[in-house]
Structure formats: structure tokens, C-alpha cells
């Protein structure tokens, strides 16, 4: 079956630009979960879905940083007014209620603020 | 704090040789403990988890609650086992939970 998407791939903003990201987990998956990892480091908890439900959110880095998953499946990462240090790969990970601590990622969004 | 160490960012091995890539924690409560890794131009993927007690792709890690250490191992590396590699507790918190990465190995097998 098809794993974690994300889209797009790759996404090249200016400063002060608002972007949004998108993770579509595994059918079925309940968890979902954000990571943003910069350059040279593994990656960091951003925030967590459980179906629709935004459980934790405290990885997230501002209020520039906002995420959301209304129906429980597809999930957006939007960032606001893009910062130069928001530059990184953005992943997308989710798992199934039977064993949520096996998550499986997405390809991440590698994003660049110029 | 909760905190992942990897001292080495980088480790070269030549195949056939022994390669131990190290991982010390500092947790409270009793976290679960995970590998994961990246091959070039994959995604980063699950290796393996302590609670199974599995040997996977012929590594195995051993969890020393004592030294607070979870060090990947394999007794003849190969060559495909270039990659990256992060450890990874899992945090229990009160309504979440979360995987917690190291900075990561850059594991590189001379042939």
C-alpha cells in the first residue's frame, strides 16, 4: 500500500511569505505526527494528531506555526510570514492505533526562506 | 531534561569489521527506545525497538538502564548498512507522546 505523502517536495519562499504543507498519513492511521529537522540535526517534535484532535502542540516553535488535520486523515503545516531560520525539512509521520509508538515518515518538505 | 547523545556524527568502518554506534539518554520515567535509519535518497525508517528484542538487517541493541544507554550493534558490517542513523526514545507525556531523536551517525562501511 501507498505510504506517508507529502507535498510539495520541495517549496522555495521569500521572507514574510506564508507557506502551507501537506501530509497525507497511511489509510487508517490515527496518529499523526510533525517534525522539523534543520540542517545537520534529527529531527524535532513539532506537534500531534489524534484523528482530528491536536493533543500537543508544544513543539511548535511560534504562533508563526499553525497545524491542522480537520477530518482526521490529511494534514496541513501552515507556517506565517516565514522566518530565514524556518528553513528545513519538514516531516510527516503517522502510525496506527495498535502501535503508535512505529511511525512511519513521509518523504518531508524541504523548505528554504530566502 | 530530556536529553539524546550521539558523540559521533560521523563513524567509518571497513566491511567485515565491528561497528558500534552509541547512544546515551538522560530520561525520566522509563522511555521506550528506538532506532531508526535513512539510507541515501530514503526516508528515515524504523531499525528497530528494544521491547522486541529483534535482531534486524543483523544489529541488535542492548538497553543498559544502569549507564542509561541504548548502543546499536552489528558483528560484520556491510556496506549497505551506510546510512544514517538516529536514536529515539519515546516520551510518554500526559496526553501525547512522541519520539525524541539524537542528532544522528553517519555511519560509513569502507569496502
Known amino acids: 500500500g501507498a505510504g506517508v505523502s507529502q507535498s510539495p517536495r520541495y517549496k522555495v519562499a521569500k521572507r514574510g511569505q506564508d507557506v502551507a504543507l501537506r501530509c497525507d498519513p497511511i489509510?487508517?492511521?490515527?496518529?499523526l505526527f510533525w517534525y522539523q529537522q534543520a540542517l545537520g540535526q534529527g529531527p524535532e517534535f513539532l506537534t500531534y494528531?489524534?484523528?482530528?484532535?491536536?493533543?500537543?502542540k508544544s513543539g511548535l516553535p511560534s504562533d508563526r506555526f499553525f497545524a491542522e488535520r480537520p477530518e482526521g486523515s490529511v494534514s496541513t503545516l501552515k507556517i506565517q510570514r516565514t522566518q530565514q531560520e524556518d528553513s528545513a525539512v519538514y516531516l510527516c509521520a503517522s502510525s496506527d492505533r495498535t502501535d503508535r509508538e512505529t511511525q512511519y515518515f513521509g518523504p518531508g518538505t524541504r523548505l528554504l526562506v530566502l | 531534561a530530556q536529553r539524546v547523545t550521539q558523540p559521533e556524527k560521523l563513524l567509518s568502518v571497513f566491511k567485515g569489521a565491528p561497528v558500534e554506534l552509541k547512544c546515551n539518554y538522560s530520561?525520566?520515567?522509563?522511555?521506550?527506545l528506538f532506532w531508526y535509519v535513512q539510507y541515501s535518497r530514503q526516508r528515515l525508517q524504523l531499525l528497530l525497538r528494544h521491547i522486541s528484542r529483534e535482531s534486524i538487517k543483523g544489529f541488535t541493541a542492548d538497553l543498559n538502564k544502569g549507564e542509561t544507554s541504548f548502543h546499536l550493534k552489528k558483528p560484520f558490517a556491510q556496506e549497505e548498512d551506510s546510512a544514517m542513523y538516529y536514536c529515539?526514545?519515546?516520551?510518554?507525556?500526559?496526553?501525547?507522546?512522541?519520539?525524541?531523536f539524537g542528532t544522528g551517525t553517519r555511519l560509513t562501511v569502507i569496502p
Open positions: 494528531f489524534q484523528n482530528e484532535a491536536q493533543l500537543d
Open positions: 489509510s487508517g492511521h490515527v496518529s
Open positions: 530520561y525520566s520515567g522509563s522511555p521506550e
Open positions: 529515539a526514545p519515546y516520551a510518554y507525556q500526559t496526553g501525547a507522546n512522541n519520539l525524541f
